[in-house]
Nanobody, 115 residues
Framework: QVQLVESGGGLVQAGGSLRLSCAASGGIFSIDVMGWYRQTPGKQREFVAKITNAGSTNYAGSVKGRFTISRDNTKNTVYLQISSLKPDDTAVYYC?????????WGQGTQVTVSL
């Protein structure tokens, strides 16, 4: 059974940084795309960033230049370095992994940015 375990969320002041991690395990052999989404109460989950197995990246406009996604294929792990945090970045961040026709989600990690 595939599991995605996220870590690295927390409370940070505006302008600060955090590094989120998500490790996939449980028999997932070939990962195509790894990505991050976020959600705030009452809103739909929104795309943040993604990275293909070839290293090609894509970012939402609101985070471009502040967030950096990377992955370690040897560890089936994806990272999200988030910098210059703003209160609007406060959300639950979810890891997503696509393997063939299947898509998997992590349990989410809370990021809270204070003024």
């Amino acid at each position: 059974q595939v599991q995605l375990v996220e870590s690295g969320g927390g409370l940070v002041q505006a302008g600060g940084s955090l590094r989120l991690s998500c490790a996939a395990s449980g028999g997932i052999f070939s990962i195509d795309v790894m990505g991050w989404y976020r959600q705030t109460p009452g809103k739909q989950r929104e795309f943040v960033a993604k990275i293909t197995n070839a290293g090609s990246t894509n970012y939402a406009g609101s985070v471009k230049g502040r967030f950096t996604i990377s992955r370690d294929n040897t560890k089936n792990t994806v990272y999200l370095q988030i910098s210059s945090l703003k209160p609007d970045d406060t959300a639950v961040y979810y890891c997503n992994v696509v393997s063939g026709p299947r898509s998997y989600w992590g349990q989410g990690t809370q990021v809270t940015v204070s003024l």
